[in-house]
C-alpha cells in the first residue's frame, strides 16, 4: 500500500464507516493522545518504567496504526499530499543533514 492509497483508503472509511471526520482541532487532540499511547508502551517496554497488570496487553504495533491513522485524517481534512510531503522532506534532509550526522562525535563509535 502506498501513502496516496492509505490517504484514500481512510478517506472512504470515514465518509462510509465514520459518517464525517472529526474536526481538525478533536482530530489533533486525537493524535496527541495516540502519541501518548505509544510513548507509555515504549516508556514500560524500553524505558525504567513497569506495566500496570492491565496495562501487558497493549499493542505497539496497533498504537503505531492509530497514530498513523489520525495522522492521514489531518493530512486528508487540510489538503496536504503525505507522499509529496514525505519525498519533499526527505529531500530537504539529505541536502540539509548530508554530512551533519557522520560528522556529530555523539553518534560515531
Excluded at 60 to 71: G, I
Excluded at 95 to 100: E, F, H
Aim: aromatic share 8%; glycine share 4%; with cysteine.
Amino acid at each position: 500500500m502506498t501513502i496516496k492509497d492509505a490517504q484514500q483508503i481512510v478517506d472512504r472509511w470515514i465518509r462510509s464507516t465514520g459518517v464525517r471526520y472529526f474536526n481538525e482541532l478533536t482530530n489533533m487532540a486525537i493524535l496527541t493522545e495516540e502519541v501518548g499511547e505509544v510513548a507509555k508502551i515504549i516508556a514500560r517496554k524500553y524505558g525504567e518504567q513497569s506495566f500496570k497488570s492491565d496495562e501487558e496487553k497493549y499493542d505497539l504495533a496497533d498504537e503505531f496504526a492509530d497514530v498513523l491513522f489520525v495522522l492521514i485524517c489531518l493530512a486528508n481534512q487540510t489538503g496536504v499530499d503525505l507522499s509529496d510531503a514525505f519525498t519533499k522532506n526527505l529531500e530537504k534532509k539529505s541536502t540539509r543533514d548530508k554530512t551533519r550526522h557522520q560528522n556529530n562525535k555523539k553518534l560515531v563509535q
